[in-house]
Every structure is written in structure tokens, then in C-alpha cells.
């Protein structure tokens, strides 16, 4: 009779426990738009290339074919200075900006001059 009772005790924790455990359906799975990388679209004469938000900014303009002339290559003379969609960065120590809100300028791109 112990055994009995010691099995639908068991099984009363058992099947009520999975009540608390998130299955796999709840799960974000990778690909998933939320996780997708955030890509930022940089336009220079025409040309457009997709760059990883957070990206160092020298890499992406030397890509675009943008060549910002450099004296200190620390940030402090702001001779490397860009502007990235109406922003101005120092290019050897700025990041690429992350995409835009606005649906006509993730087509378009943000500009580089």
C-alpha cells in the first residue's frame, strides 16, 4: 500500500513540475529577426555595402573607398573626421552606426562624404 501511494505522489510532482518548464515552442531560435546580425547599409558614389553595426568605421570606409586622411590615428585632431548620414565620426576611432529606423534610408543606405 506504501509503494502504491509513493507512485501517485511521484507522479503528482513529476507531471506538475513540467507545468513550470518552458518547452521548446517557447525558445527564440537563431535566425529569428530579433536575433539576426544588425547590418547597416553605407552608400559612397553610388556604391552600397552592407557593414556590421559596431564595426570599426576605417575598415568600412577604406571598403566603400572612402580615404579619410589621418595625422594622429587617436581621435584628437579630428582630421579623419566623416560624415555618416548627417553625423559626423572620427573615422580611426568610430564605429559604424546602427541601421536606421526609417524604411527609406535602410534602402537607400546612410551616406558617406
Known sequence: MKS???FFACFAIISTSSAFVQTS??????GVKGNALQMTVLTYNGKKKNFKAGSPLKSAASALGVKPK???RKGDCGSCTLSVGG?????????????PKLKSLQEKGLEVR
Not at 515552442?25 to 537563431?30: D, I, P
Not at 553625423?87 to 541601421?99: D, L, M, N, S, Y
Request: charged residues 30%; contains cysteine.
Open 4 to 6: 502504491i501511494l509513493y
Open 25 to 30: 515552442s517557447g525558445k527564440k531560435h537563431r
Open 70 to 72: 589621418y595625422s594622429c
Open 87 to 99: 553625423q559626423r565620426i572620427k573615422a580611426c576611432i568610430g564605429k559604424v552606426p546602427p541601421e
